[in-house]
């Protein structure tokens, strides 16, 4: 729109005002020349379908793509007018304007420069003539481009004006710009050369060199004085050929181009450059020397331009071969080799190839989800992993949790949220560095309400509430009651410590309702859980008179409860009211052990118990001390449970191969001393085997399995006290066998068995068995066949057929078939003899009369044939040779191949020296079947 605008502000014609254009990014070109349209209305109308073009912003290149292609007479450019380029640009240039700027204003062209949104205003200025308040306009955004066009046109034609003032009171104006002549190349080596030329006529004010290698488009440029006739072009590649274009400029125009082409020398480079043994961090190169070198240097730095970390390294001429360290896992390098000549380096010769990565960890499980804590699992990749770090936050926050671990592959978050969800990630930890993240999440539980609520010591006034914690982390517990048929609600916040309440102060013969819920740490708040109870009656008592006393009343432990169970420990707690106490005696005991005891100092009020048995009961009880002595009366007693032996879970199988397959489980929350690996086949009969791994292995390949075998597996955690349960599955291997056996051509005496082959096999081992008498036949065939053939067989005889498949050392089982062969046929009578007339052989083709040759038939017996088709070839074979003429070593010879699978010689060269046998053998000759596989029997097969 703004292009139209202006435009329309010009009086377009062919003798009036000319308007070309041209679009650039990384490369420009010309939309249409000045002399493409003659009219306004056909300006507007390109203007309006201009395809936009996209790319980089190359704007040096696009002055001077210009300055050569627009402003020349046959584009349309007049020696005695204005000229005038507006260039509109949106970005900073990626190459150098200010030399093609000067050029171009040099060679007569007025600039005006417009910059739109993130255009850099000094290289506006440095691109537009001065001065520059009336050459130069930035806008803000493309929306207001049009507010500039009224001002952008008045300077534009001030500036035609003035130029065309210009031209007509310089009487040079009117002169031709030639271009020089006679462009000559001397002094070339391998970095330079010099470029000579005959002086342009009349007043040269400069001369422009433009050259660039002829595979690539980046110009460079030397620009001399008008009296200098050559120039030496330095800093050139070596062994690379030059395109070069003089230009005479002129006050008001440049000429057109004298141009020519120069090859560089070359300096010897090394050959056959290749990286190897390429790791995560390393990899080596190597290199064919280059001749009389005295020296190499490697370069090698990432591809990516978002780090600079180039290193180099020089080696004597004696070294081709060097290790190259310090990359960065899974990043593509190049690998650069320059050969050293003194001060001078040749050509360089590069190779790139990518680092491996830094493997993550794989398959993150989330297992044991509670409102405040969760297990996360993964599997390990490499042995190179020194640890692995854990971060984990808050879905739909911004903090973030860090842990970092040792060589394990689980982690025991706490302190989450209830009813959160997280976000996961599990980093390798490597010396190179930190793999990719394995990213996983989970959403923690509701706060878990009390539980086992119930009432106890029930009066008309009174009873006693009492419930189990549900959690180690309550705060408070919440507690309200009031009668069921209506009245005043009470509620008491207690310690998250106690687990029992006397509600008091209440009214007889009278249903109340009780709720309770826990509150936690972050303040959130269970769901609460209700007991009903009645209180009694009125009841009458009777005074008692107590003697007075003097002596202080001791209160004892109040409450005792017990946490943080394992299998060999557990935690006792307690509360006392007194302040006195100097130390507690704790005492526990299981069913089937002797009491122990452990004192413990009175300002404690907790204490772990170990070593335990695992899954045992054990009575605890703790006993205030003070310094009149201690009394059972003051004691607490309660029941604690240490865990089961914990065993591993989540048990994997993979790998699964014909001998083998692998195994992999999650360890247990606790240490353990290693695991037992006990397997068994179960669909065949077999022994228990059993194999003891580590702590730290996780995973297990086990080998020397049968084929087609399903295996139980167990794997046990072994402790210093005893095992765990089992954590049992199921493990397959794969079949090693053929498919689809089955019989065909089944004779009196013979029969055939095909089958399917098997893709990995290497030999196969057929057995025919007679269950008759038991009598075997066996041979042994290559991986790549599918048929076999028995003969010399029992008639009417029932056979089993089997079939071993064997890769390298391993067989399968056998795949079996029955069959039994056709019964003896009946023998004719003895027919009276009679004249049996000599068959009849195809006369020989009289061209094939002198014919000496060795004749090899590679006949294609697969499947895809058919029968019929097959019947068709036998034809074609007996024409065929039957147009030869002498057969044998003093004619011609003839073998015939039938191949698919493998190959079947049917008969070679040297099996028949006449023509009648030759042919009775094509006739007999029966359809093979099987797959197509031409390349392999492509040799020779015959003698």
Known sequence: MFLENLVNAFDVGIDKTRIGLAQYSGDPRIEWHLNGFSTKDAVIDAVKNLPYKGGNTLTGLALTYVLENSFKPESGARGDVPKIGILITDGKSQDDVIPPAQILRSAGVELFAIGVKNADENELKAIASEPEETHVYNVADFSIMSTIVDGLTRKVCDGVEQQDKDIKRDPSAEETASPPQDLVTSEVTAHSFRVSWTHAPGSVEKYRVVYHPTAADVLEEIVVGGTENSVVLQNLNSLTEYEIAVFAVYRSAASDALRGSEITLALPTVSDLEVYEVTDNSMRARWRDAEGASGYMILYAPLSGETTDERELKVDESVTDVELTGMIPDTEYTVTVYALFGEEASDPVTVQET?????????????????????????????????????????????????????????????????????????????????????????????????????????????????????????????????????????????????????????????????????????????????????????????????????????????????????????????????????????????????????????????????????????????PIYADGESAAMSKASIGKTLPLSGPSNLRVSDEWYNRFRISWDGPQFPTLGYRVIYQPISVSGPALETFVGDDVSTLLILNLLSDTEYSVQVIASYSTGSSQPLTGKGKTLLLGVKNLSTYQVLSSSLCAQWQPHRHATVYRVVIESLLNGQKQEVRVGGGASRECFFSLTPNTQYKISVYTLLQDTEGPAVTTMATTAPAPTQPPTAPPTTIPPPTIPPAKEVCKAAKADLAFLVDGSWSIGDDNFQKIIRFLYSTTGALDVIGPEGTQVAIVQFSDDARTEFKLSSYSDKEALLDAVQRITYKGGNTKTGMYLHPQTE
């Open 355 to 623: 680092t491996m990565s830094l493997r993550p960890p794989r398959n993150l499980r989330v297992t044991e989800v509670d409102h405040s804590s969760v297990r996360l699992n993964w599997d390990a990749v490499s042995r190179k992993v020194k640890g692995y770090r854990v971060l984990y936050m808050k879905t739909d926050g911004v903090q973030t949790s860090q842990v970092d671990l040792g060589p394990v592959t689980n982690v025991y978050l706490k302190n989450l949220s209830p009813l959160t969800e997280y976000t996961v990630a599990v980093f390798a930890l490597y010396d190179a560095g930190q793999s990719e993240a394995l990213s996983g999440g989970f959403n923690t539980k509701l706060v878990p309400a009390p539980f086992s609520l119930m009432t106890s010591q029930v009066t008309s006034e009174s009873f006693q509430v009492s419930w189990s914690h549900p959690a180690r982390d309550v705060v408070l517990y919440k507690m309200a009651w009031s009668p069921t048929e209506g009245g005043q609600e009470r509620e008491i916040m207690l310690s998250g410590a106690v687990n029992s309440y006397v509600i008091q102060d209440l009214s007889p013969f009278t249903q109340y309702k009780v709720s309770l819920s826990a509150i936690y740490e972050d303040e959130m708040e269970s769901n609460p859980v209700v007991v009903l109870e009645n209180t009694l009656g009125w009841t009458t008592e009777v005074p008692t008179t107590f003697p007075s006393t003097t002596a202080f009343v001791h209160l004892g432990v109040i409450n005792l409860w017990v946490d943080e169970e394992t299998p060999f420990s557990m935690r006792v707690n307690w509360e006392v009211l007194d302040s006195d106490v100097e130390q507690y005696k704790v005492t526990y005991v299981s069913a089937d052990r002797t009491e122990e005891t452990v004192l413990v100092s009175g300002n404690r009020r907790s204490v772990i118990l170990q070593p335990l048995l695992s899954d045992t009961r054990y009575k605890i009880t703790v006993t």
